[in-house]
């Protein structure tokens, strides 16, 4: 791909056609994988965009650096900055977005074969993606444990603790208790570990609204088979998306990016309903 084809002629042309290899079944073990950008219209920051992102707004918690606020050895020695930040950013108060939905609807067509998630928000199990499609590569706000003895934690529990803003202790040992969101220094889920090769057993691959920054999560749309279409959704190009023969460039909002793709293969309509009813 010559970066002087201008994305968008290359992106009708395409879409059409891949609009083509969808409306003709062919295309019906899809894997999707998503980052902090389908989130960020239902009002949840991003990590990394300049002015908006979580890691630009964080100077108020004096972080050695931006993302020890997800350190495992710095939450240790400092839970304060992580729960100020839990309470800005737990599940229950965000509603899923037309992208979230759009999942939903591959699935509701028998389409997706996995979700792969970076996002901690649960807005895809609110969406209505089911429990079994979806690998939360980064775990979620979904349970809560001890770090030290694994303890299960009381989910009420831990939310009153982030509504006063007080630090939550295991009731069995007094450790510090943690949502199992994967941190950075910490073991990925095993579930993840184990459908690493997924990928390579789809017939398209969306990707979502992620730069693709963290390993091994990066390394999923380069998993596919080398010929199988590959479609990014993103408002910047990332990974190495654009230059296999098969990949479609959406550079531009998600939310918009769907509802093209969904009124190229007929289902806007069907897709605005299923969103307007979520
Ligand atoms: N539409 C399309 N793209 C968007 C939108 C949007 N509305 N909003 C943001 N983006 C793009 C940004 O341009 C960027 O490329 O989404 C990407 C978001 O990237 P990040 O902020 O790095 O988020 P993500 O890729 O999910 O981060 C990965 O980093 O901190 C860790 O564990 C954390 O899961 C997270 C991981």
Redesign the pocket.
């Known amino acids: 791909i010559d970066e002087s084809t201008p994305t968008q002629t290359l992106s009708s042309r395409t879409l059409d056609g891949l609009a083509e290899y969808l409306k003709s079944g062919k295309a019906s073990r899809i894997v999707v994988m998503t980052?902090?950008?389908?989130s960020?219209?239902a009002g949840i920051p991003?990590?990394?965009?300049p002015e908006t992102?979580l890691y630009a707004n964080l100077a108020r918690l004096n972080l050695p650096y931006a993302?020890a606020v997800?350190d495992i050895g710095y939450f240790k020695e400092n839970p304060e900055p992580f729960y100020s930040l839990a309470s800005e950013i737990y599940p229950g108060k965000f509603r899923p977005t037309i992208t979230h939905s759009f999942i939903r609807l591959l699935n509701d067509k028998g389409l997706l074969l996995k979700l792969f998630t970076?996002?901690?928000d649960c807005l895809e199990r609110e969406a209505g993606v089911p429990d079994d499609k979806i690998i939360e590569a980064?775990g979620s706000f979904a349970r809560q444990s001890c770090i030290e003895c694994k303890a299960a934690y009381p989910e009420d529990d831990i939310k009153s603790h982030i509504a006063a803003k007080t630090i939550p202790r295991c009731y069995e040992c007094q450790g510090l208790v943690k949502p199992e969101i994967?941190f950075f220094g910490e073991q990925l889920p095993a579930a993840f570990l184990e459908s690493r090769m997924v990928p390579m057993s789809s017939d398209l691959c969306i990707v979502?609204?992620?730069?693709?920054?963290?390993q091994p999560?990066a390394s999923l749309p380069g998993a596919t088979l080398p010929y199988t279409p590959r479609l990014l959704?993103?408002?910047?190009r990332?990974g190495n998306l654009g230059t296999g023969t098969d990949d479609v460039l959406l550079l531009?909002?998600?939310?918009s990016?769907v509802r093209k793709l969904a009124e190229a293969c007929g289902w806007l309509e069907e897709l605005e309903k299923l969103w307007a009813e979520t």
């Open positions: 980052g902090a950008g389908i960020t219209s991003d990590f990394r965009s992102g993302e997800f970076q996002n901690i980064h994967v979502m609204g992620t730069s693709l920054t963290v999560f959704i993103n408002k910047e990332v531009e909002d998600c939310d990016g």
